[in-house]
């Protein structure tokens, strides 16, 4: 039974991250129709970042944050002038297309560099012990994080001129141009925010899990289902369809063989878009 | 006199490749430059260069009066399976390979061993060690490794003399090699008198194991064996130690062979691996060069030690090598004749191939070894603990004696 317990809890821990890498991709999905498929790579972007400030630079791992989180915002208005400012308006195949080129060529110089090495960063915090169980520290930190960023996010959508702007954006472009807000401008914006919590989601799992060059599909593919789950363009929803993900592996793992809990998953994700095609907790275009 | 001209630029220009022809030998291969299996695949592919440069440093394969020059022909198969059959037609037919090296991991070996069948070439495995391609009646692929039922048989060997009453996770990874090592580990584990109280494989693009910890521990095991390759095997490594699995023996397939497993630090220490070569062996060869001799010129020329993927595949390069001279020509079916009479030991080890119909080209003679990642003047390094004649160190149990 504890045993059974201290899956739920890991799950939800590693839920809470789940969800903060999906928001990213939600968040982009959101505002402008566009289906990021550079998000697997970004994350291992920030993962990489984490490595590189905290090896080479000797940075504390939890320090490097705010460098990844400005950094990615920097990476991902380019990223919008690169491969999303001439789809925007265009069938979804296009921006897909786009993104998915550069994602190919992100991932090229990625393996040229440093091929599919593995890293780790070492990362030693006190756990928290139920009797022969352990959750590490790093994975505590990691969700509260997750949590505080989540919250952050939505204060920022919900409390701010720029955050209302985004939503009136996601909600109705053209009436949102009408009324005077420069709508390109908060496109590049969404995507720089976008990008940045899918690195600072990459630097959090990068103090969890060793990673290689080619660890963003994994990745990838859980914020696609956590995102069903949550409701397109949902970034609140998102972290709610994290902690499902994780429950759901946590619950599902102590009774079947682990080799089905991939299986489960997704035929919840088939069931999910059956039945609700927009998501569970779809509130489309009002972020 | 311009048309005598061209006719004579033409013949030399078709001479002289034919000529080149004649004196060197083509040698086809695919190598996953990218994608998943890159870290492996490129040991496999720097122990085959290597041995081409020296090869053709010291004058070529020598052979019915001639010194043939080694020349390669590689393409990158990206990990995927589904490029290596093309590929493998292409090095056959375009190319014009006049033998091939396997690809690295069974999966892509199995892929490319139905070309080689096809078209009659002769295709040193060093990548592949799944027995399944070997039963099939194949007659020009040949095994230099040993096979994936024999990789934990020493672990549990050891393990057993340590502790005859261990109880065992086995825990692995949802591919074919995984499979059939841990397939063949089990029934070992039950005849040594383990208790294997769990048994389950694991989806390759697992990233979080955590839950699959929780239940290694739920079930009272004490020993792990199991893994699959680079990044799940490390990642498991390190969430048994973040999680505090308390596991007195740790195996795993594939991932601790490399030095960069040192990076996960006190989840490194006391984890070991089954190897086919590790540098601390020594053998006597019979033909090529010493242990320390392909070491410090491993060393040298990719400022990187070698491992056993680098070493298996210097030998697939010697043992081809080594067949060629033995027949004394390059025609097919005198090579494989030599194969099949093959019986030489390299600084890789004791080579010999199954004759058997049933099961021809498999490695017969090749022995792993088990080796621990210990502390050393404050460094991890892998030291070799099993069989005990070879050991350059002693085993270490329970894992946390080595902390």
Not at chain 1, 165 to 182: C, H, M, Q
Not at chain 1, 196 to 214: H, Q
Not at chain 2, 129 to 153: C, H, R, S, W
């Amino acid at each position: 039974m504890l045993g059974i317990i201290a899956s739920l809890i890991d799950g939800v821990l590693v839920g809470l991250v789940y969800g903060l890498a999906a928001m990213g991709l939600t968040l982009i999905w959101g505002v402008m129709d566009v289906i990021n498929l550079t998000h697997g790579t970004m994350i291992v972007g920030g993962m990489f970042a984490l490595y590189l400030l905290a090896t080479a630079l000797g940075m504390p791992p939890y320090l490097t944050l705010p460098p990844v989180l400005i950094g990615g915002f920097v990476v991902g208005v380019a990223l919008y002038w690169v491969a999303v400012h001439r789809m925007i308006g265009r069938p979804p195949l296009m921006s897909l297309l786009s993104t998915f080129a550069v994602n190919l060529m992100l991932i090229g110089i990625g393996t040229g560099l440093w091929g599919t090495a593995l890293f780790n960063v070492s990362v030693s915090l006190p756990g928290l012990s139920i009797g022969r169980y352990t959750f590490p520290g790093a994975h505590i930190l990691a969700a509260a994080l997750a949590a505080l960023i989540a919250g952050l996010l939505y204060l920022f959508l919900h409390k701010t001129r720029l955050g209302k702007a985004l939503r009136a954006v996601a909600n109705n472009r053209e009436a949102a141009e009408l009324v005077g807000i420069p709508t390109t401008k908060l496109l590049a914006i969404a995507v720089g925010c976008g990008v940045a919590l899918a690195g600072v989601s990459g630097m959090l799992i990068g103090t969890l899990f060793p990673f290689t060059v080619l660890s963003g599909d994994g990745y990838q593919l859980k914020s696609f289902v956590v995102t069903v789950l949550g409701g397109f363009g949902n970034p609140v929803g998102a972290l709610m369809g994290g902690v499902a993900l994780g429950l759901l592996e946590g619950a599902v793992t102590p009774f079947v063989p682990v080799s089905w809990t991939l299986v489960i998953e997704f035929a919840l994700f088939v069931l999910v878009l059956i039945a609700f095609p927009n998501g569970i907790f779809a509130r489309r275009g009002a972020l | 006199m311009n048309r005598l001209c061209l006719l004579a630029a033409a013949a030399t220009l078709f001479a002289a490749p034919a000529f080149a022809q004649d004196d060197t030998i083509t040698i086809g291969m695919t190598n996953s430059l990218t994608g998943p299996l890159n870290v492996d695949s490129l040991g496999l592919q720097r122990g085959e260069e290597y041995w081409r440069d020296e090869v053709n440093a010291a004058g070529g394969i020598k052979a019915g009066g001639k010194s043939y020059k080694v020349k390669f022909v590689t393409y990158d198969d990206q990990s995927v399976g589904g490029r290596v059959q093309q590929l493998y037609t292409r090095l056959v037919n375009q190319d014009h390979a006049q033998f091939l090296f396997s690809p690295y991991s069974s999966g892509l070996t199995a892929a490319a061993a139905v070309i080689s069948e096809q078209y009659g070439k002769i295709m040193i495995d060093a990548g592949g060690a799944e027995k399944k391609p070997f039963l099939l009646g194949n007659k020009y692929l040949f095994m230099v490794i040993t096979q994936a039922d024999d990789y934990l048989a020493g672990a549990i060997k050891a393990l057993a003399q340590k502790n005859p009453h261990a109880r065992v996770a086995m825990v692995y990874s949802d591919d074919p090699f995984s499979k059939t090592v841990l397939a063949a580990a089990k029934g070992q584990a039950k005849d040594a008198g383990l208790d294997v109280v769990m048994d389950e494989s694991y989806a390759p693009s697992t990233t979080d194991f955590g839950p699959i910890v929780n239940k290694i521990i739920s079930s009272n095991a004490d020993a792990f064996l199991g893994g699959g390759h680079y990044s799940d095997g490390a990642t498991l490594a390190r969430q048994m130690y973040d999680q505090r699995a308390n596991m007195k023996w740790i195996s795993i397939l594939v991932a601790p062979g490399d030095d960069k497993f040192a990076e996960l630090g006190g989840a490194a220490l006391g984890v070991t691996v089954p190897s086919q070569w590790e540098p601390q062996v020594s053998y006597k060869p019979d033909f090529g060069p010493t242990t320390a001799e392909f070491a410090k010129g491993f060393e040298a020329k990719f400022h990187a030690k070698a491992d056993y993927h680098a070493a298996s595949g210097y030998a697939s390069g010697a043992i081809l090598q080594h067949a060629i001279e033995q027949a004394q020509s390059i025609e097919p079916e005198k090579v494989v004749a030599a194969l099949n009479a093959t019986d030489v030991t390299t600084f890789f080890g004791r080579v010999k191939f199954s004759t058997d119909p049933a099961s021809h080209g498999l490695q017969v003679a090749h022995q792993m070894v088990l080796a621990q990642w210990q502390k050393s003047d404050d460094k991890l390094v892998r030291q070799v603990v099993w069989p005990q004649q070879a050991a350059s160190a002693p085993l270490i149990y329970p894992i946390s004696a080595s902390q």
